[in-house]
T-cell receptor
Framework: AQKITQTQPGMFVQEKEAVTLDCTYD???????LFWYKQPSSGEMIFLIY??????QNATEGRYSLNFQKARKSANLVISASQLGDSAMYFC?????????FGRGTQLTVWP | DVKVTQSSRYLVKRTGEKVFLECVQD?????MFWYRQDPGLGLRLIYF???????EKGDIPEGYSVSREKKERFSLILESASTNQTSMYLC??????????FGSGTRLTVV
């Protein structure tokens, strides 16, 4: 089984600054995927970025990048140039062998 | 755009009632999922289905059942609602692991 740990229940960042949201995972499976989702107050889960366990490069999608450190089993989300609209709950997810595991989430607040 | 639609945004039911939560997707996805989300616990998988009439238990299936009679529709059933089933319920679908899309959620309150 996998376990996903998000150690930061809440984070605060000033607008236009970068912020890193932590995610560590625990697995012995050689093949897995790591995902980050954003959940604004409306409740929808919005897919942000994906990293495969065999990917050599860190994933990047616009202002989002994933700092993947395989040996440390961490997959931290980096948001550059934060915007007020980035205020939301952020979830890290893993998948392996068809099973899916979510972390408990980090509430990000961006202030002006 | 992939659309996953949950029939109700807010629902209030009485203890002991049978409750149906409906989820419909319009992209011919094979896989569909039901999660519940509670503060401090994140998302927990209740059931998932990878084909019509197929279902698999997730991590917390007790007190729930599901139905997948058609590919586009995945229903979550609370046979006898209890107050500890008050939660946000999220449906999701995917055709492969990468294309995973959530509905907007149903906030269920059992009184």
């Amino acid at each position: 089984a996998q376990k996903i740990t998000q150690t930061q229940p809440g984070m605060f960042v000033q607008e236009k600054e970068a912020v890193t949201l932590d995610c560590t995972y625990d697995t012995s499976d050689p093949s897995y995927g790591l995902f980050w989702y954003k959940q604004p107050s409306s409740g929808e889960m919005i897919f942000l970025i994906y990293q495969g366990s065999y990917d050599q490069q860190n994933a990047t999608e616009g202002r989002y990048s994933l700092n993947f450190q395989k040996a440390r089993k961490s997959a931290n989300l980096v948001i550059s140039a934060s915007q007020l609209g980035d205020s939301a709950m952020y979830f890290c997810r893993s998948s392996t062998l068809g099973r899916l595991y979510f972390g408990r989430g980090t509430q990000l607040t961006v202030w002006p | 755009d992939v659309k996953v639609t949950q029939s109700s945004r807010y629902l209030v039911k009485r203890t002991g009632e049978k409750v149906f939560l409906e989820c419909v997707q319009d992209m011919d996805h094979e896989n569909m999922f039901w999660y519940r989300q509670d503060p401090g616990l994140g998302l927990r998988l209740i059931y998932f289905s990878y084909d019509v009439k197929m279902k698999e238990k997730g991590d917390i299936p007790e007190g729930y059942s599901v139905s997948r009679e058609k590919k586009e529709r995945f229903s979550l059933i609370l046979e006898s609602a209890s107050t500890n089933q008050t939660s946000m319920y999220l449906c999701a679908s995917s055709d492969r692991d990468y294309g995973y899309t959530f509905g907007s959620g149903t906030r269920l309150t059992v009184v």
